[in-house]
């Protein structure tokens, strides 16, 4: 497996640039120049930063949105003064989005919207492909649905073309469907060229890292779990939310017999690793991370024990995120941890 060189281990900077206020007061506030020397001084080598087409690109009057490419373009200065690379992430696409499945239903059969993407595209990749030395493009964040492999498939040729055509070198990293699932990079079609890196997201068992999160549908908002898991309360937590249980690890007894494996991040990776192996491309985590309901010893086990593989198989990473979010590492609740936790970012 090709290991990735500058992006070995990073934090999001979620809520900034994505999932956050458009209003620049916001934008302005939310992150600054000291965050970017403290994200250094963690033991970093990049960041990544997710991005919503919004505030690069207004639908009604066709244009581009200067105050977003304003941002980025500080960001990437910042991260260049202290010697971090940048992952440019493409969170949210014009008909597209990872949790509205109502809004993002006809992303795929609308050429409309595709087209439109191309273009959001080509033009982050006109612009920055003079940074393709410090950076990775990921070129949509989450695709959800299994149903639509070939469609995502097709779409992704296509926007690596339009990006081949402006940036020649720049490494892109594709991730498959799932919500970029790693079990489902053996869906990812053999590499367009040298440069392209898969990518996956992790948060399993969801039923530890999204405990109590209101985002969840029928997910109790008072509901805990420790890390590694109880079996009773993984089971009960099962039967209310069962896609806690469904999907990567599959049904909950078979879950559970995967999460009671001392390997259980080694075996859960080990397909992905597989596949990266036969194509000699990077292997990227993008997103990973524990909600800040859980207990802070039980996120810094859970930590730890993905630190192992990433370390032991040079998986590239990012933890989900460095603030706020539900999920921020420098917020208060993880204050008694937090210099043991960035040990194993």
Not at 75 to 102: M, Q, R, S, T
Request: proline share 3%; charged share 30%.
């Amino acid at each position: 497996m090709n290991k990735l060189k500058g992006f070995n281990k990073g934090v999001n900077l979620g809520g900034w640039l994505s999932q956050g206020s458009l209003e620049e007061s916001h934008i302005s506030s939310f992150i600054r120049e000291e965050d970017i020397k403290r994200i250094k001084g963690m033991g970093c080598d990049h960041l990544r930063l997710p991005v919503d087409f919004e505030n690069i690109y207004d639908e009604k009057k066709k244009c581009d949105v200067e105050i977003g490419y304003k941002y980025i373009d500080l960001c990437i200065e910042w991260c260049k003064k202290y010697g971090l690379n940048v992952v440019l992430d493409l969170h949210k696409a014009p008909g597209y989005v990872f949790d509205d499945f109502e809004y993002s239903s006809g992303f795929f059969t609308n050429e409309k919207l595709m087209t439109l993407f191309l273009n959001i595209w080509d033009s982050l990749s006109k612009r920055y492909a003079k940074y393709s030395d410090m950076m990775m493009f990921e070129m949509l964040n989450e695709v959800t649905s299994f149903d639509v492999i070939e469609e995502w498939n097709a779409l992704a040729f296509r926007c690596i073309k339009v990006i081949r055509k402006n940036a020649p070198k720049v490494k892109i990293l594709y991730g498959g469907v799932g919500y970029s699932s790693v079990k489902a990079v053996k869906y990812i079609p053999a590499p367009y060229d040298e440069n392209i890196v898969f990518n996956v997201h992790c948060y399993e068992p969801m039923a530890f890292s999204h405990q109590g999160a209101y985002w969840v549908d029928k997910m109790p908002l008072d509901f805990r779990i420790s890390y590694p898991v109880e079996d009773d309360k993984y089971k009960e937590i099962c039967k209310i939310v069962p896609s806690i249980a469904n999907g990567t690890l599959g049904e909950s007894e078979n879950a559970l017999a995967a999460l009671k494996d001392k390997d259980f991040f080694d075996n859960l990776f080990k397909e992905a690793i597989e596949c990266a192996n036969k194509y000699n491309v990077g292997l990227y985590c993008g997103e990973y991370g524990v909600i800040d309901r859980a207990e802070p010893a039980s996120t810094l086990r859970w930590v730890k024990q993905i630190n192992a593989t990433f370390e032991r198989y040079n998986i590239g990473r990012a933890i989900w995120s460095y603030k706020k979010m539900d999920f921020g590492i420098i917020d208060d609740h993880y204050k008694d941890i937090y210099d043991e936790l960035i040990k194993y970012l």
